[in-house]
């Protein structure tokens, strides 16, 4: 669209000029700002006021929102087709059609008002802010209700199914959910909100963790107020760092540290470190002779006793400081002393150890052979009967050979020792069970078994039910209600492996398999402490000690982890 | 006035600042080392009541400056307990999350009130800077008295324009009718100069600043044909220059007004989305309890 603008000014003596310009584009503004086509100043007029496009026959002319202009001096409009001869009038200022010369689409006269106020003037520019798009109260409503809607509303009323994680009421998660949780439940927070404006109930923890213990058993639980609190009180979720267990020792000491006398009569605890942690006791086994048909069995009872008072009641003889004297006893392989670990293999818990058995730890050295004669034959271990019944054989079997009484070319005599000894002329059964009689004596009273074990002699003629040996049973775990990391301390302060051990464990100077070789708690506290120090490496209650005991002994007044408290409480009431 | 912002009755609201603050760390720091600190402990509670209750009070600051005739305190005094009070906030608020932050509905209140407290303080800033630069700019005049000389100058070189020859007149008519001052959100705020003008030779060309205009007449003076014409063009000239001064003024002026309003426009609307994350922060707490 090509338009003329015949701009025409009047001079100062009366008479009009007039300056051409020619208008080339889509649509012609007009308006107080600088940048329209044509500006107009004066009041009233808005910064983009009007624009005028080509119609058919002339032109049209729309007006801004609030802006109008007056055509042909009548009512104001805001919309008009335009035609020559139309006029428009703008605070003043005229703009006429006439008849567009050759080569324009339009033509119009303009006649600027140029008396124009200075306020006027001034108002046609956009000096403020306020005067632009920029706004408060919309966008302040408009935010408002943004934030509810798509933080409350439409995760609450919408389903989440049909919903993207960051619309549903994932949003409302105050923090990360623990791993194993996340795996288990995704982002389903009704898995443990179940009911809105209700806190988590202990029964969707234990819908999954069905094989949690208590801390005690009832009625001690419901008694101490432990009944009544929540699984999250203590297990927080959506917490940083990530961590839902409180291993902070006032969980413990809050309670331990003065504890209730009229409920139980446990030791007070209120941290670790000389003075504020009791003594250890040990749990240990005891074999009580119990009657049964017309004898009697061992029946194995858990004892538990302090450190300074403890007599460990294994039933097996072993004399520490002899197997770790290189002089009296050396590695077959090596010839150098026992190491510990040539007997104690540490399980994969890293904190109990393998069991010790005859076969596996003992018979290498310790050989069950009773015949120089037969030196490939060997007695059975772990039953007595079994024992003289194998003699009894090998005797019978040696009286009845023909070669039996020839003496053995290969030997040599020892001296003061006849080579008829085992010379026999009664009946063969006769002989052995004589021969029989005389190796179990010797098995069970003098060398052989009696090396290792207690043997009861009973007064009995039957060589069967006269040797009974006391059952061995070597306590698996000494501190049950607390936890340890051998592997941890195999490197300790100027010492490793055996040396670690021995920092702890006396052994070499251990004479009877009585002895306890457990430290007590003055041990730890030399390296360890509650609080954290340069010196001291810190400890907390739940490093050694779990809060819900294992399932085993849970709910277990005569189990082995409650006899510690028993003994506990035998010694404060002392 | 401005200094007296932060000075108020010999800095009543800084010693109230420093209390909130010592008092919210010294709750904070009373956390039991059974949990980590967070906003569910009973310190977490105090300290995000606290902040929720503050919030309040300080939205409030909006309606207490619009209500005039209120005879509760002085708004100068409320808006310096406005701007100390809100500061403590942050430090009350980042306490009672204990800085845990993700990507959910109670870090989106943290974020906004956030936004609201920078806003404020960059509104701080040009309250106590900016009216000293507006009142030195404006030189003892107002806005309105220096449009009013512009118009004049306005005048006075249009009619001096219309002494010259044909080129002159254009160029100069049109850069009057084409001085921008103001105009879009970037203009007012940068003072960005979008003026133009136009040339029988050349058409329209940038006129930042009037500097191509004063260029192009005072060029033409050796060129003048008439002694007359000299005369015009030199009075022409010295006008144009009055008009640069003037225009510089007036855009500076501009640009310091729209700084000192422009952060309102988040300032308020941010607050009134605080308002509501706030809400949606504590009613989806205790949904999901």
Known sequence: ?????????????????????????????????????????????????????????????????????????????????LSVGNTIDIAGSRLTLFDAPAGF????????????????????????LEQTWLGKRSPAWWLT????????????????????????????????????????????????????????????????HASMTDHASEPLLSEVGLAEIRCAACHKEHNEPIHMTITADALCTDCHGEPDWSHNQLAAVSGFGPMVHPSFAVDLLVAEPVARGTGFVYDWKPQTSFLDEAVDQSNLKYPHDVHLDVDKVQNLSTGEALDCHDCHTLSPDDEHFETITMERHCRSCHDLKFDRRAPDRELPHGDPAEVVLTMEGHYTRMYADPNAGKPDRDRRRLPGRSVDRDRCTDPIHICAQRRTAQEAENQFTKRGCVTCHEVTVHDSDDLLARYQVVPVRLTPDFFVVADFDHRAHLTQEGASGDAACRLCHGAEESTSSQDVLMPDVDQCTSCHSDHRSNQLIPLHCVDCHAFHPDAHYAGTSTGRGRSAIVATQRRQAE | MFDNLLRFRNFRYFWWFLVTVVVGCLLYASHSS????????WQGYVLGTWAALLIVLLALLGFRKRSYRSRLGTTQGWTSAHVYLGIALWFLATLHCAAQFGWNVHTLAYALMCLVILSGLFGVYTYLNYPRRMTANRTGSNRSELFAELYELNRE???????????????????????????????????????????????AKRNTDQEAVIEYVSSRIPKAEKRAEVAYLQDLLAILCRRQAILRRLRQDVRFQGWLKAWLYVHVPVTAATVAALAVHIVTTFIYW
């Not at chain 1, 015949?6 to 007009?30: Q, Y």
């Not at chain 1, 689409?105 to 403020?128: G, K, M, P, Y």
């Not at chain 1, 409350?152 to 994680?165: C, F, G």
């Open chain 1, 1 to 81: 669209m090509q338009i003329l603008i015949r701009e025409v000014t009047k001079t100062s003596d009366g008479r009009s000029e007039f300056r051409d310009r020619e208008f080339d584009g889509d649509a012609l503004t007009i308006g107080a700002a600088p940048d329209q086509s044509i500006q107009v100043i004066g009041h009233g007029v808005i910064g983009h006021h009007a624009t005028l496009t080509k119609s058919r026959d002339g032109l049209n002319l729309r007006c801004e929102r609030g802006a109008k202009v007056q055509i042909d001096e009548d009512a104001e409009v805001s919309r008009a087709r």
């Open chain 1, 105 to 128: 689409d339009a033509a119009l006269t303009l006649e600027i008002n140029t008396d124009v106020e200075a306020s006027d003037f001034e108002a046609a520019f956009v000096t403020d």
């Open chain 1, 145 to 208: 209700l943004a934030v509810i809607a798509l933080g409350l509303l439409i995760p609450w009323y919408l389903p989440r199914d049909s919903l993207p994680e960051f619309m549903s009421d994932a949003l409302w998660s105050s923090g990360p959910l623990l791993p194993a949780h996340s795996v288990a439940i995704g982002n389903d927070c009704r898995a443990c909100h179940k009911e809105p404006f209700r806190r988590v109930r202990d029964t969707e923890c234990v819908s999954c």
């Open chain 2, 34 to 41: 059974t949990e980590p600190p967070n906003g569910g402990t």
């Open chain 2, 157 to 203: 070189g249009a009619d001096l324009a219309r002494h010259c020859a044909a080129d002159i007149q254009t160029a100069v008519l049109s850069s009057i009718e084409r001085t921008a001052v103001g105009g879009s959100i970037p203009a007012q705020l940068t003072g960005r100069d979008g003026s133009r003008f136009e040339t029988l030779e050349n058409g």
